[in-house]
């Protein structure tokens, strides 16, 4: 068990919908990274946040969002789905201290399947 | 920018035997090294690592060494067994928390 949990573990919905994904970081850890994990595309990363502030941008679309919140808990919102945005996607965390090498060991979640019909 | 680039899979291989995933990377300044596995329906575990030439991590049988010279962190292992089959994801990580992944290897152990 990394001590990353994610919710829900499944999830099927339909296009153009929204739907939100939650990351509990393990505890302690100031940095949650989401990713996403696709047949053809592979892992790819799509933002990270830092103690409730966005420190880096992947990959993502303008219809996905995320944000953190000061319980250091973190959402991904996922809007006007598309069939290509089914994928497994991954959240992970780290104690994330700028600049500290050998630290930056992400934690992951067991992550969640979205099914976009 | 960073990029690592891993052997494509995937990789099949009877039991006891040697494996070896190749991974190389590209970055500016000195990255840390990880390699990750990702067994079937979970997700990724970190399996070892190391933040600086020379460095040699090792975890349940595998071993990977930092090579600046060849800029190269290649897994290994002496001897698979059917419940190393996963697959394993080479990965750098500036220090700014920034992780770039490979494209991860499938590894198929027979018995």
């Known amino acids: 068990d990394s001590g990353v949990t994610q919710t829900p573990k499944h999830l099927i919905t339909a296009t153009g919908q929204r739907v939100t994904l939650r990351c509990s970081p393990r505890?302690?850890?100031?940095?949650v990274y989401w990713y996403q994990q696709s047949l053809d595309q592979g892992l790819q990363f799509l933002i990270q946040?830092?103690?409730?502030?966005?420190?880096a941008k992947g990959n993502i679309l303008e219809r996905f969002s995320a944000q953190q919140f000061p319980d250091l808990h973190s959402e991904l919102n996922l809007s006007s789905l598309e069939l290509g945005d089914s994928a497994l996607y991954f959240c992970?965390?780290?104690?994330?201290?700028?600049?500290?090498?050998?630290?930056?060991?992400?934690?992951f979640g067991a992550g969640t399947r979205l099914s976009v019909l | 920018g960073d990029s690592v680039t891993q052997m494509e899979g995937p990789v099949t291989l009877s039991e006891e035997a040697f494996l070896t995933i190749n991974c190389t990377y590209t970055?500016?300044?000195?990255?840390?090294l990880f390699w990750y596995v990702q067994y079937p329906g979970e997700g990724l575990q970190l399996l070892l690592k190391?933040?600086?030439?020379?460095d040699k991590g090792s975890n349940k049988g595998f071993e990977a060494t930092y090579r600046k010279e060849t800029t190269s962190f290649h897994l290994e292992k002496g001897s698979v067994q059917v419940s190393d089959s996963a697959v394993y994801f080479c990965?750098?990580?500036?220090?700014?928390?920034?992780?770039?992944f490979g494209t991860g290897t499938k590894l198929q152990v027979i018995p």
């Open positions: 190391a933040t600086k030439a020379d």
């Open positions: 505890s302690g850890d100031l940095s």
């Open positions: 990965a750098l990580a500036d220090g700014y928390q920034k992780v770039t």
């Open positions: 946040y830092y103690n409730g502030e966005e420190r």
């Open positions: 992970a965390s780290s104690a994330g201290l700028q600049g500290t090498l050998g630290k930056n060991i992400q934690y």
């Open positions: 970055a500016t300044g000195y990255p840390s």
